[in-house]
């Protein structure tokens, strides 16, 4: 079992920037061999991909409404996993989500992932 928890989400102004966390942790887990994803889900809509990496690969991937604002990123050593965001836009208001998964494939997938954090806020005012 792998566990999840994110951080780092919370109220900024149109512009600004936020930095999310995600701590993983288990028993029997190499977060390095893990892919890591980030998703959103704003009120009425359904849950998004936002971004992806596969460290394993060097292979990162972003929804085309954050590209060149947000970066994903990862320390291996702490477990933990990271979502810059900056040029923040009101649209960007959800929920984040970080996931994991043991395979490498389809990493822009959300039924793909097993592991799921119980999210955090981020809102974006004008």
């Known amino acids: 079992q792998v566990q999840l928890v994110e951080s780092g989400g919370g109220l900024v102004q149109a512009g600004g920037s936020l930095r999310l966390s995600c701590a993983a942790s288990?028993?029997?887990?190499?977060?390095?061999?893990?892919?890591m994803g980030w998703f959103r889900q704003a009120p009425g809509k359904e849950r998004e991909f936002v971004a992806a990496?596969?460290?394993?690969?060097?292979?990162?991937y972003y929804a085309d409404s954050v590209k060149g604002r947000f970066t994903i990123s990862r320390d291996n050593a702490k477990n933990t996993g990271y979502l810059q965001m900056n040029s923040l836009k009101p649209e960007d208001t959800a929920v984040y989500y970080c996931?994991?998964?043991?395979?490498?494939?389809?990493?822009?997938?959300?039924?793909?992932?097993?592991?799921w954090g119980q999210g955090t806020q981020v809102t974006v005012s004008s």
């Open positions: 990496d596969v460290w394993a690969t060097g292979s990162t």
């Open positions: 996931a994991a998964k043991s395979s490498y494939y389809s990493p822009t997938q959300i039924s793909k992932y097993n592991y």
């Open positions: 288990g028993r029997t887990f190499t977060f390095s061999t893990y892919a």
